[in-house]
């Protein structure tokens, strides 16, 4: 989906509305979107943190050909159903 494989919109119900907001506008700016020959991005090792049994922050390296980027984001348990959300999402 950050490739533009596939829509934002599939992981809207994984999202609250900012975390969804924030994956819709990196999929617009398209910073992971392979450039030139169609490059499979590889991920590198995942470093996660728990800051409350409710949240966890992780980050990951995702190699496109020569280049590199991190993706961070912020999972958040919702209240009442129990469910992991995106809240939110960055590549730089």
């Known amino acids: 989906m950050l490739t533009g494989v596939r829509p934002a919109g599939q992981l809207q119900r994984h999202t609250t509305l900012d975390g969804y907001g924030g994956l819709t506008a990196l999929v617009r700016s398209g910073p992971l979107r392979p450039r030139g020959a169609a490059t499979r991005p590889r991920l590198g090792r995942v470093h996660d943190s728990a800051p409350s049994a409710e949240v966890v922050e992780a980050c990951v ?25 995106c809240a939110v999402v960055e590549a730089r």
């Not at 390296?61 to 959300?85: D, I």
């Open 61 to 85: 390296r995702v190699e496109l050909g020569p280049r590199h980027h991190m993706v961070a984001f912020r999972l958040e348990r919702h209240r009442r159903t129990g469910q992991w959300q």
